[in-house]
């Protein structure tokens, strides 16, 4: 008991700004288990070995929680999404995206947790509006990266047709995910890169 009280008071002195990014992983690692559901303040505390107040203290609830969880794998995630679209070069585009799909699907299947939440079916109400805007960021992260590629094209109207496919692109790419993360499918990167990648190109091949 003495031990445990020990803990937990250098726990507290660790201080909120530097207990933060631990309530986050601890958040994830619950949530990839059990499910956004099952990520409760009391969860995140007996998982750290601290009390509550301690956990409070960097947040005021488990929405709070969950909305910096999701904000910060959406960083993640535009990362590694700007890294896998094609860039403005020579070469064949095609295989840029064939490539691109496979770098980012195995970034998936090393770290699936981040991705489960992000395109979870059942998920959590409390994250409906950092979802919304998560996916807004996305979108706007890939129009950013295809205008160039449309001008390259020489694209007519490209403002116009920018919205759309980039959610076309967007849409190709959830459910690509999705379908990795579907364990009963059984797909690897590189065999899912080879179907998504050459459809996403024919799907924006416009002008």
Known sequence: ????????????HLGPQRRRPQVLDTALEIAAADGVGAVTMGAIAARLGVTRPVVYACYPGRGEVLAALLQRETDRVLADLSAMLPPPRTGSIEQ?????????????QDQPAPWRIMFATDLDPVLSTAISQGRAQLSAQ???????LLVRRQVTDVD?????????????????????????????PA???A????????ALRVG
């Open 195 to 202: 179907v998504v990648g050459p459809a996403a190109y024919r």
């Open 96 to 108: 840029l995206f064939t490539d691109g799909f496979r770098e980012l699907l195995a970034v998936v």
């Open 142 to 148: 890939v129009a950013a990266v295809m205008r160039p």
């Open 1 to 12: 008991m003495v031990d445990t009280a020990a803990n937990r008071t250098r726990a507290e």
């Open 160 to 188: 116009h047709l920018l919205g759309p496919l980039s959610e076309v692109f967007l849409a190709i790419s959830e459910a690509a995910i999705r379908m990795l993360l579907d364990e009963a499918q059984h797909w690897t």
């Open 191 to 193: 065999s899912l890169a």
